[in-house]
């Protein structure tokens, strides 16, 4: 019998929380979508969605004040997913719609495809393993994931990049920080190897005390 963890989805009223849930739910769990912080700061695992623009997302985080809620999970290295503008909005601004300024968990900023590139970036598409993660445990190098996003992230400390893709230009697809993953594809969109991202993910709950996952460069 699976052991049931407390996963929280975060509804910050956009995003595709369903297929989120559904997906969770296939791995035999039964996650809970809120946007309280303190359902939120019990929770063993959470997981941030992302569809929409950066801007809106963000006033809504802050209208709902749970801003400050993601922050002090990742700064207190809870085990933390976020997904496509999930990852985005984790750094320091974005270029979406202009400037706008973001999470700024990590410093970084979030860069719009280049002219001439079709955008969306939509589709399949290969993933580069930077690292011995275990979110990638039991994932093939090179493994394709779905994508559909216009802007990429570029973090400055370029150790967070466990995993890369080529759409015009080397983007991170997988960030990482200790208990922290956040993927610019969608795991819920990539069939039975999307479904590994997420229990590897889970898995990490059982890690929290271990101390700092490590990645080993190649």
């Not at 009223?13 to 939120?40: C, D, F, H, M, W």
């Not at 280049?114 to 093939?140: D, E, S």
Request: hydrophobic share 40%; proline share 5%; charged share 20%.
């Amino acid at each position: 019998m699976t052991e049931q963890k407390v996963i929280a989805i975060i509804d910050y009223g956009a995003g595709n929380l369903r297929s989120v849930v559904n997906a969770i739910s296939r791995l035999g769990y039964q996650p809970k979508v809120t946007n309280r912080a303190a359902e939120l700061l019990a929770a063993q695992l959470v997981v941030l969605p992302g569809v929409g623009a950066a801007a809106s997302c963000m006033a809504n985080l802050q209208a709902l004040g749970i801003d400050n809620t993601i922050r002090q999970l990742i700064t207190e290295n809870r085990p933390f997913l976020g997904i496509c503008l999930g990852l985005e909005i984790l750094f320091t601004a974005t270029e979406e719609g202009g400037k706008h300024e973001c999470l700024g968990i990590f410093p970084g900023q979030v860069r719009k495809f280049p002219v001439g590139l079709k955008i969306p970036h939509m589709g399949w598409n290969q993933v580069k393993q930077r690292g011995n993660h275990p979110i990638f445990a039991g994932i093939p190098d090179s493994t394709n994931f779905y994508f559909v996003h216009s802007y990429y992230a570029e973090p400055e400390d370029k150790s967070m990049i466990a995993g890369e893709t080529e759409y015009g230009v080397h983007f991170s697809s997988i960030i990482t920080r200790d208990n922290l993953v956040a993927t610019q594809f969608h795991p819920e969109k990539s069939g039975e190897i999307g479904l590994k991202i997420y229990a590897n993910f889970i898995s990490l709950a059982d890690r929290r005390d271990s101390g700092r996952l490590n990645m080993r460069r190649q």
